[in-house]
């Protein structure tokens, strides 16, 4: 199998005794491409460490998660739109609205969102949207931004039906991950309804395992395990699954 795990953060400091062996393990499983959204001003040199190491699996994206976004905002994304103009990124990301834990910094997500939905248009680059509590307002920056540019994915979707179909209408993917595996995870419900090839997968290392891992520090071989289920909930061979949800990361990416 050739798969792709289009959101791991593999570079992450939970990594850092055995990041070359977590490598390997992917490469071994069959994950054979890597993509590494970044998080804030604090990852940006890791990120191009490990791709300075991997450069034939790993690519990277640049972008302020939104859980990130503080006062200083402005000057991080200054710094961002440099390493972006260097042209070595395949997307903006991780970008998005987050409004679970805190909506102290609202006003700056939201300019901080549509500022980096800016750079993808003008880049051509497509993006990967964190959203968690925040749907409506989510939609409707898309629906305003969205020119026929716009193009990227809902990273970690677990939303209901009728938001997956809001998003498939302007123009995103979805990302699937470990969350679909879990028993409570709704998804699986109605993803045999969904188009395939608006479709890929991921795992957000080092976060969310998925069953049979689910507690243990996620990675991306454990892409495969994601896979397998989506691949029994709609009836037809992993190795489809993975033929068809790679060629849609790699047409999104230009891979």
Not at 128 to 137: E, L, P, Q, Y
Request: glycine share 6%.
């Amino acid at each position: 199998m050739y798969l792709i795990d289009t959101h791991t953060h593999i570079y992450d400091h939970q990594f850092s005794l055995d990041r070359n062996e977590a490598v390997r393990r992917a490469l071994d499983a069959g994950v054979k491409m890597m993509l590494l959204p970044n998080v804030d001003a604090s990852t940006v040199a890791p990120m191009l460490e490990l791709y300075g190491l991997y450069p034939d699996c790993t690519r990277m994206m640049m972008g302020l998660q939104p859980e990130e976004v503080k006062e200083d905002y402005k000057g991080v994304l200054s710094l961002m739109k440099k390493e972006l103009e260097r042209g070595i990124y395949v997307g903006v990301g991780e970008v998005g609205l987050d409004f679970y834990w805190d909506a102290t910094y609202e006003k700056q997500q939201l300019d901080a969102f549509e500022t980096q939905l800016d750079w993808a248009k003008q880049l051509h680059l497509p993006l990967s949207i964190h959203c968690r509590n925040a749907f409506d307002k989510m939609v409707k920056i898309l629906e305003k931004k969205q020119d026929g540019d716009l193009r990227g994915i809902m990273h970690c979707f677990t939303g209901t039906e009728e938001e997956a179909k809001a998003y498939l209408e302007l123009g995103f993917h979805l990302g699937l991950g470990g969350v679909t595996t879990y028993k409570n995870c709704g998804v699986k419900d109605f993803l045999p309804d969904l188009p395939l090839d608006k479709i890929v997968l991921e795992t957000d290392a080092p976060y969310l395992a998925p069953v049979p891992c689910r507690g243990k520090r996620n990675e991306p071989a454990f892409l495969v395990h994601t896979a397998q289920r989506i691949a029994d909930i709609l009836q037809m061979p992993v190795e489809e699954l993975a033929a068809v949800t790679t060629a849609n990361a790699k047409s999104l990416f230009s891979l």
